[in-house]
């Protein structure tokens, strides 16, 4: 009996720690969506995927010129 209490909170621990472990990722992931507005079109965008001149951010390279 008591093997199998050791084995459910063995498996809860496991899963707790695997549930925190998780949680920087989501917090990098967040950052990297964080939005920037296209100083031509004011389209909002993320960061990643915009193109920086300066201060000035744009969504590509079409509207940088
Ligand atoms: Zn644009």
């Known amino acids: 009996m008591y093997q199998i209490l ?5 498996i809860a621990l496991v899963y707790l720690i695997a549930r925190l472990a998780r949680k920087p ?18 389209l909002n965008l993320p960061k990643s995927e915009a193109i920086q001149s300066g201060e000035n951010w744009f969504c590509s ?4 010129d």
């Open 6 to 10: 050791i084995l459910i909170t063995v």
């Open 25 to 42: 990722k989501v917090n990098i992931s967040e950052k990297s969506t964080e939005m920037v507005k296209c100083k031509n079109c004011d």
């Open 61 to 64: 390279e079409a509207h940088k």
